[in-house]
């Protein structure tokens, strides 16, 4: 009988970022996160996420948590697990395109203060835009990792997947990582997916899905089995809903397979023990929606991230024009198709989500148009997939040419000017970097931080409650 060949599937916990962000806002403490490290490093993940995305943002705004800081808590706490964090290209962790001099600091004081893989993303799968951090990502002796915006649509056939796979490798990124932010990839098409990346690059791949649309689990099994390397999961009370499949349930489902990862379950019981308190406490006081929970199958219908879906509805109410929602979901392709098809990601999908509700509350389209709108439309963010529709075109930016050249190209180093902006309040090297991506947020934080230093205007963490995009 022939030894079955053992091919662990690994495993990336994304408790301390994606998890909490996909379902409490973002709202949980590095005070809450520290304890648990101890365990989190004996578990043998690939890696934890715990840093980008919209966590920097909601550190400063609502928690009034300085992030760097939580980023250097972190690696002092895990001892031998690598610290993962996400990256918006050449939007950094904001929503516009930033100077390469930015980009490139950003990167390397990231790396300076304990990150060791870096997932790199654009929201137009611009490559282009990928350039500057992933070369000073491979410079700084980081892992660079590049994730495809997942999406469907015309543009979006398995070609197209392994021809960009194919030009990832080129680039010298790492590893690639399929981000799958609205949960789209069924099991089926996964294994199409997988498949297909395989034939076309000899990278690790890595699967990142949302449980949103209920299908998940099934679709990581079925990714496995094709092939796939690493998988994305959340420790179970901050699993499942818009969060990731749960830890432990694809741990169980790949034991006594070829891909059974070893984990110690007792362990991860005791990991979840420690934060389901946690989990009651915001399903408590409100922060946690019952309503993310469950199965919605209308991202699947309609196409749009969770977290799309629930900004859109806070959208709408502050307008009290709850009752447009379903014209507005039905305006969002339709929009998205005129922008040429990008996939719907921070910050297209706020992009074409503020433009489909625009549309339908003005009762015209493109009556009116945020500057969002005109720099995607002017080529500002980068190439779509499709090319734009010309008569929007004309009526959101007239006869303006767009520009065809890698958007940063066009950008005038950053750095200097930020710096002068920030000298009053820098207290270390890493606040320019604050203050760039996030200027107000950034001195209202300042200010606060001063504040607690001298003790006078202490004011308290704001907890408004905000949904935060994917
Ligand atoms: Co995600």
């Known amino acids: 009988m022939?030894?079955?060949?053992?091919?662990?599937?690994?495993?990336?916990?994304?408790?301390l970022r994606d998890a909490h962000q996909s379902l409490i806002a973002t709202r949980m403490t590095t005070e809450e996160m520290l304890p648990i490290v101890p365990k989190l490093d004996e578990v043998g993940y690939k890696a934890v996420e715990c840093w980008g995305g919209a966590t920097f943002d909601a550190a400063l705004r609502f928690l009034k948590e300085d992030p760097w800081d939580r980023l250097r808590k972190f690696r002092d706490g895990f001892k031998k697990t690598k610290l993962q964090?996400?990256?918006?290209?050449?939007?950094?962790?904001?929503?516009?395109?930033?100077?390469?001099?930015?980009?490139t600091y950003f990167v390397q004081k990231s790396v300076a203060n304990g990150i060791d893989i870096i997932r790199i993303f654009d929201c137009l799968n611009d490559l282009r835009n990928l350039e500057t951090?992933?070369?000073?990502?491979?410079?700084?002796?980081?892992?660079?990792?590049?994730?495809?915006?997942?999406t469907l649509g015309d543009a979006y056939t398995l070609d197209y997947w392994k021809?960009?796979?194919?030009?990832?490798?080129?680039m010298g990124a790492d590893s690639i990582c399929i981000k799958d932010m609205a949960g789209l990839l069924v099991p089926t098409?996964?294994?199409?997916?997988?498949?297909?990346?395989?034939?076309?690059?000899?990278?690790?791949?890595?699967?990142?899905?949302?449980?949103?649309?209920g299908v998940a689990s099934m679709t990581y099994m079925k990714a496995v089995e094709a092939g796939c390397?690493?998988?994305?999961?959340?420790?179970?009370?901050?699993?499942?809903?818009?969060?990731?499949?749960?830890?432990e349930v694809m741990v169980q489902a790949f034991m006594g397979t070829p891909y059974d990862t070893g984990f110690d379950l007792n362990l991860?019981?005791?990991?979840?023990?420690?934060?389901?308190?946690?989990?009651?406490?915001?399903?408590?006081?409100?922060?946690?929606?019952?309503?993310?929970?469950?199965?919605?199958?209308?991202?699947?219908?309609?196409?749009?991230?969770?977290?799309?879906?629930?900004?859109l509805t806070s959208q709408l109410a502050q307008m009290h024009a709850e009752d447009k929602f379903y014209e507005v979901l039905e305006e969002v392709p339709r929009v998205r198709k005129d922008m040429g098809e990008p996939p719907l990601v921070t910050p297209s999908s706020q992009i074409v989500g503020t433009q489909a509700v625009m549309n339908v509350i003005t009762g015209e389209r493109y009556k009116t148009v945020p500057q969002e709108t005109k720099d995607i439309l002017s080529g500002k963010y980068g190439q779509t997939v499709k090319p734009f529709n010309?008569?929007?075109?004309?009526?959101?930016?007239?006869?303006?040419?767009?520009?065809?050249?890698?958007?940063?190209?066009?950008?005038?180093?950053?750095?200097?000017?930020?710096?002068?902006?920030?000298?009053?309040?820098?207290?270390?090297?890493e606040d320019v970097l604050t203050y760039a991506l996030f200027p107000q947020v950034a001195l209202d934080y300042f200010k606060y931080r001063d504040a607690q230093e001298t003790g006078v205007d202490a004011k308290v963490a704001d907890t408004e409650n905000k949904a935060y995009p994917v």
């Open 2 to 15: 022939s030894e079955i060949q053992k091919k662990p599937v690994q495993i990336v916990d994304t408790i």
């Open 85 to 103: 964090m996400l990256f918006r290209g050449q939007n950094i962790l904001g929503y516009k395109p930033y100077p390469d001099d930015v980009v």
């Open 133 to 150: 951090a992933v070369k000073a990502a491979k410079k700084e002796g980081a892992e660079a990792q590049i994730a495809l915006s997942y």
């Open 163 to 170: 021809d960009i796979a194919k030009r990832i490798e080129d």
């Open 189 to 213: 098409a996964a294994t199409e997916l997988v498949t297909a990346l395989k034939s076309s690059t000899k990278l690790p791949i890595e699967l990142h899905t949302h449980y949103t649309s």
């Open 229 to 247: 390397d690493i998988i994305d999961t959340a420790i179970s009370p901050f699993a499942l809903g818009t969060s990731q499949p749960a830890t």
């Open 268 to 311: 991860l019981a005791e990991i979840a023990d420690y934060f389901r308190p946690i989990r009651d406490k915001y399903l408590e006081n409100g922060t946690l929606n019952p309503k993310n929970m469950g199965v919605n199958i209308k991202t699947l219908q309609y196409q749009v991230p969770g977290g799309m879906l629930s900004n």
């Open 390 to 429: 010309p008569e929007v075109v004309k009526k959101c930016i007239g006869d303006v040419e767009p520009i065809t050249c890698r958007p940063a190209d066009l950008l005038e180093d950053g750095l200097p000017a930020f710096e002068e902006a920030v000298a009053p309040y820098k207290k270390q090297d």
